[in-house]
């Protein structure tokens, strides 16, 4: 049984990359994967992204949000996070999940790596985990 395959989602008119459409199994997916060691690899990632305090930060092919909420933390209050990635229902999951109150507010948007569609030089830091694997070589 090819776990990966059972999460696939549509494809995107757009773009030839695998989309995920089953968040919830994605997220037991990554938690079983990474061993209880998901927020502090995370973490790690976050802070090696380079965002500070008010940033403007985006992260592509965001999934369920999980590192945009944790560029969120880093940015802070006065910051602002977008996430981007072609599947509506990984998009609809992470802007339900809750923040930490002290960190930046987190906006989702449908939209491709491939062709982003957003002004040029509205990002500080832009950031991206686990998406280039669902890209053709
Ligand atoms: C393995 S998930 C990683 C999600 C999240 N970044 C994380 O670390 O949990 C890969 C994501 O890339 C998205 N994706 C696929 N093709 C894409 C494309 N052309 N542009 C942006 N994201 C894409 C999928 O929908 C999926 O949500």
Redesign the pocket.
Known sequence: MNLGRLMQ?KP?AD??????ATPRA?ELF?DVCFADRRNSA?TRLAELGGAEAADRVL?????????TRHMASLAGPDGAVTG????PP?LDYARRKKQRADSAPCTYQE????SLDLPDAAFDTVV????L???PE
């Open positions: 989602g995107h773009t030839p990359g695998v989309t995920i994605y990554g995370f992260d592509v092919g965001c999934g369920t949000g999980y590192l981007v990635d072609p599947s990984v939209g491709i790596a491939d991206t985990s686990l998406m694997h669902h890209l």
